[in-house]
């Protein structure tokens, strides 16, 4: 699903990754114990806990000694170059990597208290707690209503009424009922890209999951329609805790609490956005950030 | 470079090589099309008789063909001279060379016949219970207003003969069924009360016969005395008179008249005359009939195929090998499909369900002889290959951010499949069945074997409950063609009937695939811009 980037990325000796153990580790990882300096991010108890998460394609490793935490009502954007492993990180938290053969995981993923990798995890309850939004719209060939409403039915929900109901809270929640309201019966796929994006937030809000995974929502809109979303990321966090995977710098400045930087599959350095994007811990964190790669 | 080079190099020959051959298959489509529609479209059209005479007597006819001097065969023209109760044959060569000047003659008539073919000739007298009643051109006139009573009494002969007569045989048959089992229970009553019933049954049925012996005496009354050119007579009664054309005499739009209503008998009427005359409904309604029943087996067979081989099955050398032998059995002759049909189907299957159910009236095998049913099962199992591969195809063009959209919202797989892959196939599913129905509404030799019959009594779907008889025997267009054209003692006369028919099989085809593209279409506007 990346977009491979034609750009070699420079490795220069002093920019090469030290293993975790070595003395970087502490100062670049947010460990729960670190003072944080947002109070309410300081308050707010754990979503996802990401414990030593490592992920193979076959023999090739994807994901490295990977530790994580994302606190409740908060948004954490990852970033990082192409093909640095943020999104099979995020396919991790909801188990999308099952569905594809020859990938072995080690570690933990903690969602709430929930050990998504246990062998006695539901994956479709699972599934129903991590919402998803992918990089391209993706609405099905059906109606806007049926398309919200299509959570809620593979729950076995067909009461109108409820159905109904959820329907128009989500498209709310979405910020697209305004727009929609009077073609509920009108096929997906007329709508325009924004608003597709929007209807498949709407899909995944329709089930009122507890966690929202965005794969590069905004990668294919234009600045308007990415506007909008990104409004709606910063609206949605009241309820939900999102977490966003992006290549643009300025979306994960604008939107997100945290910000977690990649570099071929290891976390290079995770911290508030604001510290990361004034004063990044790392030097790679750095180079990224201001353009000098990637 | 030179300019042929330039023109090579650009592409420009190909693009007109191609459009030339694309233009060859339209042609060779097209005269198919045209040289069957000029066949058979012409033959309802009531065409002069023309009278000539030969030195072995006059001769009255249709001109039917005509073969120029070749060799030592002088120039001969062929007449159609009905007639086949008297002079033995419908058709007669008549070399030119003695022929005299050809003459229309105002009183000539073709009689359509309920047997025998056509009469040409003249009428001599009318008579009535065998008093005569008229003579000459009176007796036409007032023969051709007898005509329209005498049709009307026809069919209402044909109209007991089918509905009350029939319907009271099935009651009395079921009855001595159920009286065959009370027998072998040994219930005194029970017996008695059935005996009873038959009686009343009986008595029923004499007093139909009664009336109907009636009403055919009535149909009988009226007979023609008619006279062939030569001056031979023969009593004919009008009953038995479908038309009389005194083409000579008619203006072009009463032979239209004539024209419309002979192509209405043929598509809505059943077949005369070991099917060389009347219609030809109950084929097309097998045809139909036959291909809707496929059509109905073969979709959830294929569909079921393709979803378990393309989405379940562990992708390996032994699905790539079932692929290969599904692919190939597209392949299979289809009569090879006919025997199988035949010795698993219908004295497989239909025998073990015969045993099983219909051991009352065993040895008449019920399911265990060819039927709709099997017919439509030996073709869905020739066209399933067809649909398999479309289905394949359309399942792997369903976008893959769609599953995984659906996965993500927690749906299982099977939920999956059946919410938004399967809905979103359906259009390339239906390009299947639109390729299946081209193939199997044409298909004739595995039907033979399983069920199609030159004359099917009564029809796989009517009143009688349960109103679907998917164990009766069937008549097809292309078993008619077939059947007609080589099977027939007259087929020179049965030639046009071929033609037509092949042109109403080619319709049905077509109608059928409008059908299931209308749907394909109007399910496509419903996906909106649906990827297959």
Not at chain 1, 101 to 112: A, H, K, T, W
Not at chain 2, 22 to 35: D, E, H
Not at chain 2, 503 to 517: E, G, Q, Y
């Amino acid at each position: 699903m990346e977009i491979d980037d034609p750009r070699p990325v420079p490795e220069p000796a002093h920019l090469q990754v030290p293993p975790p153990e070595a003395g970087l580790r502490p100062t670049s990882f947010i460990q729960p114990d670190l003072p944080l300096t947002d109070p309410s991010v300081l308050s707010a108890p754990t979503m996802l806990r990401i414990e030593r998460l490592n992920l193979f394609y076959g023999e090739k490793q994807a994901l490295s000694d990977v530790n994580l935490t994302v606190s409740r009502n908060s948004v954490m954007s990852f970033i990082g170059p192409s093909g640095c492993g943020k999104s099979t990180l995020l396919r991790c938290l909801n188990r999308m990597n099952d569905l594809i053969d020859d990938v072995r995981i080690e570690g933990r993923v903690l969602l709430g208290n929930t050990d998504i990798y246990a062998p006695e995890t539901d994956v479709i309850a699972l599934r129903k707690r991590a919402g998803m939004v992918f990089q391209k719209s993706n609405p099905f060939p059906k109606s806007i209503f049926e398309n919200v409403a299509y959570g809620l039915r593979i729950q076995g929900q067909s009461d109108r009424t409820v159905l109904e109901e959820a329907v128009e809270r989500s498209l709310m929640g979405a910020g697209l009922w305004e727009e929609v309201k009077d073609r509920l019966k009108d096929s997906a796929q007329g709508l325009s890209g924004g608003q597709q994006q929007r209807l498949c937030i709407a899909r995944a809000l329709a089930v009122r999951p507890e966690v929202i995974l965005m794969d590069e929502p905004c990668s294919a809109l234009d600045p308007i329609a990415t506007a909008r979303v990104e409004e709606l990321i910063l609206e949605l966090k009241r309820e939900f805790t999102i977490v966003i995977v992006t290549h643009n710098m300025q979306q994960a400045a604008r939107v997100s609490d945290h910000t977690a930087f990649f570099w071929m599959g290891k976390l290079i350095e995770t911290g508030l956005t604001e510290n990361m994007f004034t004063n990044p811990g790392h030097r790679m964190t750095e180079d990224y950030i201001t353009g000098r790669f990637g | 470079m030179s300019r042929l080079a330039e023109r090579f190099r650009q592409g420009g020959v190909f693009v007109w090589f191609s459009g030339t051959l694309l233009a060859f298959c339209l042609a060779m489509i097209l005269s198919l099309v045209g040289f069957i529609v000029a066949k058979g479209m012409g033959f309802f059209w009531p065409s002069q008789l023309v009278q000539v005479q030969t030195p072995e007597g006059p001769v009255l006819g249709e001109i039917t063909g005509h073969e120029p001097a070749r060799g030592e065969e002088t120039e001969k023209v062929q007449f159609r001279v009905g007639n086949r109760d008297v002079y033995g044959q419908d058709f007669r060569w008549v070399p030119s060379a003695g022929m005299g000047v050809p003459e229309y003659p105002a009183d000539a008539l073709l009689i359509e016949r309920l047997e025998y073919g056509p009469f040409i000739g003249r009428i001599a007298s009318l008579s009535h219970d065998g008093h005569l009643v008229s003579t000459g051109p009176v007796a036409l006139a007032e023969a051709m207003t007898r005509l329209q009573e005498a049709n009307r009494l026809r069919r209402r002969i044909q109209s007991i003969e089918k509905g009350q007569v029939g319907d009271l045989n099935r009651r009395i048959e079921k009855l001595r069924l159920s009286r065959k089992k009370v027998e072998a229970a040994g219930d005194q009553g029970a017996l008695q009360a059935l005996d009873a019933k038959a009686a009343a049954l009986q008595t029923t049925y004499d007093q139909l016969q009664t009336s109907l012996e009636q009403t055919r005496t009535e149909a009988k009354a009226w007979t023609l005395s008619l006279q062939t050119v030569d001056g031979q007579f023969k009593e004919w009664p009008l009953g038995s008179v479908v038309r009389m054309i005194p083409a000579n005499a008619m203006s072009p739009l009463e032979k239209l008249g004539v024209y419309l209503s002979r192509l209405w008998e043929f598509v809505a009427d059943d077949p005369r005359e070991s099917n060389t005359e009347g219609g030809i409904f109950p084929a097309i309604f097998g045809t139909v009939m036959m291909v809707l029943v496929m059509s109905v087996l073969v979709v959830p067979l294929g569909v079921i195929t393709a979803l378990y081989l393309r989405e379940y099955a562990k992708q390996g050398w032994l699905v790539r090998a079932v692929r290969v032998a599904v692919n190939n059995l597209a392949g299979v002759p289809s009569i090879v499909f006919g025997v199988f049909g035949l010795g698993f189907f219908v004295y497989g299957l239909g025998g073990t369900i015969d045993q099983l159910f219909f051991a009352d009236s065993l040895p008449t095998p019920t399911y265990g002889t060819g039927g709709i049913l099997w017919a439509s099962l030996t073709l869905s199992l020739l066209t399933v290959p067809v649909v398999v591969v479309a289905t394949e195809e359309a399942l792997g063009s369903v976008p893959r951010n769609q599953r995984e959209a659906s996965l993500a919202m927690g749906a299982t797989k099977w939920q999956t499949l059946w919410k938004v892959v399967l809905p979103s196939a359906t259009p390339g599913i239906l390009t299947g069945l639109i390729l299946a129905i081209a193939r199997g509404a044409g298909e004739v030799a595995p039907l033979m074997l399983t069920g199609v019959v030159k004359l099917a009594p009564a029809m796989p779907l009517d009143g009688t409950f349960p109103f679907f008889h998917l164990d009766r025997k069937f008549m097809h267009l292309g078993f008619h063609i077939y059947d007609v054209g080589f099977q027939s003692p007259n087929s020179e006369a049965a030639k046009p009937m071929v033609f037509m028919a092949s042109l109403l099989l080619l319709l049905v085809v077509v109608i059928l695939n409008l059908f299931a593209l209308n749907l394909r279409r109007k399910l496509r506007e419903r996906l909106g811009g649906s990827t297959f």
